[in-house]
DNA sequence: TATTGTTGTCACTCGATAGTGACAATAGAT
DNA sequence: ATCTATTGTCACTATCGAGTGACAACAATA
């Protein structure tokens, strides 16, 4: 349960940080954001808690650093695909459909994320603020980049809104229920019937396009 | 902030039962339920802790009572628009589109329900197994009532859950934030857009069918 | 080697929490 | 009026949290 503190075996100021922020993700991953405190993040890095006030100014200092090193986000690659060009190549239809996939995976990759965002159902903090921030510069980018086209005829943004958000919330819930109206969130058959209906939604969207 | 704790008038154990469950409810929509604690809900109901746990046996049956009490959830009636007779007459696209703006007004107008949604994102216990509970049943009542014929062309199942998590994700959003994907989640206009774009995708599934 | 600022440890205060045992006040019966 | 079970109050323990001040160990200087 409680790792035991390895006393400091060199004195290092940029050693100690880094054990620091790594503990709260440690601790983020492994116990949720409710285990988070100064103690708790002091012990897991096996390191006296005065020392977070020193170096963060306090513990919302140091969520603020976490936040700054993390990868708890999908980048404008990752929910291309990996590869932008083709991306960009596809049919709008098939674009709008592998953008959903996508961000599916790359949610259900970050357990950390999926700890982040229900964080951010309860409080705002340094932490979560910062995910907010990349979360909808990137969105707002991913849009502008690869659907400018149907901007004046469907609002992308309230679609992406609604995309997003479904798929943020259901992966989120699947960590403590199994079933959302009928569908099982923790088997692979479950999603794959999600992304059924979602590949429905949008070629129903596109075919009004015409 | 602390209610003083205007002593028992008279001795009746129904009345603090009553007081206490309230005392729950008050708490939550006042400050959350991370303030949530046997202490908080005692200074609140102006009675003294011990009682929670004579009466409910702790903090997790006077959660269980509360349950039971609320009304947190939309009946079939409400999701209906109040008329199910009406509701039934429908045509297929207006019934899908109606559901999804009574839900949305249905979870706008309940601060309590944001607030166990919020919860059911970090843990389980006796409060949100019974809203889980309650919204399961309900919402696969639902759609085996008014949508019949659809079912083995269309997964509306699936197509709810992610309407109804898009929904239930971005109620809950807008208490902390007011962009998401570029829409302004706290005014009028911006839950007009997302109906809006509810509507064009109900309008494009609907398409399908024929 | 002696000095000085930095890095880390320890011990403490203060406040809040969950839970419990002893006791006082009261209602409803006899 | 008296007794008794119920209802409610109070005081207490034990535990945990955040935050702070004093001090020890150390590294890099002079």
Redesign the interface.
């Known amino acids: 349960m409680n790792s035991q503190k390895s006393p400091q075996t060199v004195r290092n100021r940029e050693e100690t940080r880094r054990r620091l922020i790594q503990a709260v993700g440690a601790l983020l991953s492994e116990h949720?954001?409710?285990a988070l405190g100064v103690n708790a993040v002091a012990r897991q890095a096996g390191v006296d808690k005065v020392l977070i006030y020193r170096y963060f100014g306090g513990l919302s200092g140091l969520m603020a650093a976490f936040g700054r090193e993390g990868d708890f986000w999908p980048s404008m690659d990752e929910l291309a695909g990996g590869d932008i060009e083709a991306f960009a190549q596809l049919p709008l239809e098939e674009k709008v459909a592998q953008f959903a996939y996508h961000f599916v995976d790359a949610i259900q990759r970050r357990p950390l994320t999926q700890e982040i965002?229900?964080?951010?159902?309860?409080?705002?903090n340094d932490l979560t603020v910062e995910l907010?921030t990349i979360r909808?510069t990137m969105?707002?980018r991913f849009?502008e980049m690869f659907f400018p086209e149907m901007q004046p005829r469907?609002?992308m943004?309230?679609?992406?809104?609604?995309?997003?958000?479904?798929?943020?919330?259901?992966v989120?819930?699947s960590r403590?229920?199994r079933?959302?109206?009928?569908?099982d969130l923790q088997s692979d058959a479950g999603w794959e019937?999600?992304k059924?209906?979602?590949e429905?939604?949008v070629?129903?969207?596109?075919?009004?396009l015409n």
């Open positions: 949720g954001f409710t965002m229900a964080w951010e159902m309860v409080e705002r907010e909808e969105m707002l849009i469907i609002d943004q309230a679609l992406s809104a609604i995309f997003g958000a479904a798929i943020s919330y259901l989120c819930r403590h229920i079933y959302y109206s009928g569908v019937r999600l059924k209906a979602m429905l939604i070629r129903g969207i596109m075919a009004q």
